[in-house]
C-alpha cells in the first residue's frame, strides 16, 4: 500500500478561519477569510520544516504539529471553559489554560517523536479527520456564499431607479466634502434624558462655527450598515428588502452597494478623489473601494482579529501591548489607536488639486468603551466585543451605570477632537467646505434586541445631524434624516433635481435585518407585524468573547 501523505496539519490550521467565517458568513465579505487562511498556511509549513529537522522524520513531524495546531486555535475556547472554575479564575486563567496546553503538547510530541515507525495509521485518520471537518465548514460556508452571490445578483442596479444624477451645477470649484458618521452619537436631547448629558456647549461650538444643527432628526435604520447604505445611496431599503426577501439575514450584499454607493459614484464623475478612514468594522470597510484607504499601520481587520483571539497568540498579544505600544495591535488598543487615528487625521487633510470626498465612521461613542473624557486609554476587565443593548450587560462586570459613564467621557473627549479637527478643516478650506457630522443611529442604552415590540427604544433614532455648508444651507430643517443629506447638498451645490423623501424610521432584528418595521416615535415601534424573539447582535459565533 502507498504510504499516506500527510497533510493533516494544512488542513487542521485551515479549519477555524473556514469554520469562523461559516458561522458568522452574515457579517462578512468572503474576501476576510484569505488573509488569515493564508497567514496559517503560511505558519504551518514553517512549523513542519522545523519539526521534519528536529524529528527527522515526516510522519512524527506532521503529526506533532498538528497537535501543536489543535492546542495552539483552540486555547481561546479552553480558556473560556476553564474561566468558569473560580479556582481557576482565582489563580489566573491564562497561567492555567497555556500550563494545560504545555503539557498535553509536551507528553504528545515525546510519544509521536518516541514512536517514529508505524505513523502511517494514526497519520491516515488525522487526514480523514481533518478532511471531514473542513469540508462541512467549507460547505456551510460554500451554501452561505452561494445565497449571498444570488442575492448580491437580485440587487444589482437597486439604487439606480428613475431618478437621474444629472447635475446642472456651474460651480468653477467643487468643494470638498467631509462625511464624519459618529457611531451611536445622540441627539441633544437624548443624551439628556437617558445619560444626564449637557451637550449644550459642543452643540453651541457647531453653531458658532456657521453650522445648522438639525434638532429634531432621526435616523432611518438603527443598525449602522443599514444606514450607511441608505445614507449614502440616498434612498431607503424597501426595494432592497423586496428583493431579498424578509429572512435573508447575510449583509454583504448591502456591504457591495454601500462600498459602491450612488453618491461616490457621481462624485467620482464630477473628479472627486474618494478617501475613507479604517473603522475597523469589515461589514462598513471602504478598503479596495476608496481610492486612499486611511488607517493605522499594520492593524488587523476585524475577521482577522477574531481568528487571532481564537488562538494562543492573544495572551503573548495583549502582554506586548501593555508594555510597548508598538505591539497593541488588536481588540481594545487597536480599537483606540483607529478612533485616535481617524479623528487626528481629519484636521490634517489639505486641499489639494482634485476635490475630495472624505468618508469617515468613529466606532465611538459606540461601546466598547476604551476613551476617557480626557483622552486616557480605558480597557475594561473583560474580552473585547462591540456589544450594544441588552447583550451589553451580559457580559462581566456591565452595569448601566458603567455604560453610562462610558457613553458620557467618550462623547466628551469626541467633542475635544472634534472641535480641533472642524476648526482645521474650516480654516484650511477657507470655508468652502462641506461638512456633514452625523451619527448613524442613536445609543442603545435601553434596547431589548430580543423583544423588540416590547423593547423600549428611547433614544435609538434620535441622533447628532449637523451640516456646515458654503453660504449656508437654505433648505435645511430640523427633522432632517441621513437619508436626504446627499439629496439636498447635491440639489444646492451640483444642480441636481431630488426629490426630498419623508424623514421615515425602521426598525429591525440583527437576524432579520430587511424585516423592516417603521417606527412611529423615538420611543415605541409601530408593532403592526412585528417579529417575535429574536437574537441580539451576536458575537462571533463559535468564538471566545473577543468581538
Not at 90 to 95: I, N, S, T, Y
Amino acid at each position: 500500500m502507498k504510504p499516506p501523505i500527510a497533510w493533516h496539519p494544512y488542513l487542521f490550521a485551515a479549519f477555524p478561519v473556514l469554520f469562523l467565517y461559516s458561522q458568522n458568513s452574515d457579517q462578512f465579505p468572503l474576501s476576510v477569510v484569505v488573509p488569515p487562511l493564508l497567514s496559517s498556511l503560511l505558519f504551518v509549513l514553517v512549523l513542519i520544516l522545523l519539526a521534519r529537522v528536529v524529528l527527522r522524520e515526516g510522519y512524527s513531524a506532521a503529526l506533532v504539529v498538528s497537535l501543536f495546531v489543535l492546542l495552539f486555535t483552540s486555547y481561546g475556547h479552553t480558556r473560556t471553559l476553564l474561566a468558569k472554575s473560580a479556582f481557576v479564575y482565582a489563580f489566573g486563567v491564562d497561567k492555567v489554560t497555556l500550563a494545560l496546553s504545555a503539557s498535553i503538547f509536551l507528553a504528545g510530541a515525546w510519544l509521536f517523536a518516541m514512536r517514529r515507525t508505524k505513523l502511517a495509521v494514526p497519520t491516515t485518520l488525522a487526514n480523514w479527520m481533518a478532511l471531514i471537518i473542513v469540508l462541512v465548514s467549507s460547505v456551510d460556508a460554500g451554501a452561505e456564499w452561494w445565497k449571498t452571490r444570488t442575492a448580491a445578483r437580485a440587487m444589482q442596479g437597486v439604487f439606480d431607479g428613475s431618478e437621474e444624477f444629472t447635475s446642472t451645477g456651474e460651480r468653477k470649484n467643487d468643494p470638498d466634502i467631509f462625511y464624519i458618521v459618529l457611531d451611536g452619537y445622540g441627539r441633544e436631547d437624548v443624551l439628556g434624558e437617558i445619560f444626564q448629558y449637557d451637550n449644550d456647549g459642543f452643540l453651541r461650538f457647531l453653531e458658532e462655527k456657521g453650522f445648522y444643527v438639525a434638532g429634531r432628526s432621526r435616523a432611518n435604520y438603527m443598525q449602522t450598515v443599514l444606514s450607511l447604505t441608505s445614507s449614502l445611496n440616498l434612498d431607503y431599503l424597501d426595494e432592497v428588502a423586496a428583493r431579498v426577501g424578509p429572512d435573508f439575514s447575510s449583509r454583504e450584499p448591502l456591504q457591495r452597494q454601500l462600498r459602491g454607493s450612488r453618491l461616490v459614484r457621481f462624485l467620482r464623475e464630477r473628479g472627486y478623489v474618494f478617501v475613507a478612514f479604517d473603522a475597523g468594522y469589515d461589514l462598513a470597510s471602504m478598503k479596495g473601494a476608496a481610492d486612499l484607504h486611511l488607517g493605522p499601520k499594520g492593524w488587523f481587520g476585524q475577521f482577522a482579529t477574531a481568528v487571532i483571539d481564537l488562538t494562543a497568540a492573544k495572551p503573548v498579544i495583549e502582554h506586548l501591548s501593555s508594555t510597548d505600544k508598538q505591539f497593541a495591535f488588536t481588540t481594545y488598543d487597536a480599537h483606540r489607536n483607529r478612533i485616535l487615528f481617524t479623528l487626528e487625521q481629519l484636521g490634517a487633510m489639505v486641499p489639494g488639486e482634485r476635490p475630495k470626498f472624505v468618508f469617515a465612521h468613529v466606532l465611538a461613542p459606540h461601546p466598547p468603551f476604551v476613551l476617557g473624557a480626557d483622552g486616557e486609554s480605558i480597557r475594561p476587565d473583560r474580552e473585547f466585543r462591540i456589544f450594544d443593548g441588552d447583550n451589553y450587560f451580559e457580559q462581566k462586570g456591565a452595569t448601566p451605570d458603567e455604560y453610562i459613564e462610558g457613553y458620557r467621557d467618550q462623547v466628551t473627549f469626541l467633542n475635544t477632537m472634534l472641535k480641533v479637527s472642524i476648526e482645521r478643516i474650516i480654516e484650511q478650506s477657507y470655508g468652502d467646505v462641506i461638512i456633514v457630522v452625523q451619527g448613524d443611529h442613536g445609543p442603545r442604552l435601553t434596547l431589548d434586541w430580543e423583544i423588540l415590540d416590547e423593547s423600549n427604544c428611547s433614544g435609538c433614532f434620535g441622533i447628532l445631524n449637523a451640516y456646515y455648508l458654503p453660504e449656508g444651507g437654505t433648505l435645511l430643517y430640523p427633522e432632517i434624516s441621513p437619508v436626504n443629506t446627499f439629496r439636498l447638498v447635491l440639489n444646492q451645490y451640483f444642480g441636481t433635481a431630488f426629490e426630498l423623501l419623508p424623514d421615515r424610521s425602521f426598525l429591525s432584528t440583527w437576524d432579520h435585518p430587511y424585516r423592516l418595521l417603521e417606527v412611529s416615535t423615538d420611543r415605541e415601534p409601530n408593532t403592526v407585524g412585528a417579529v417575535g424573539k429574536v437574537p441580539a447582535t451576536p458575537p462571533l459565533a463559535s468564538s471566545p468573547p473577543a468581538r
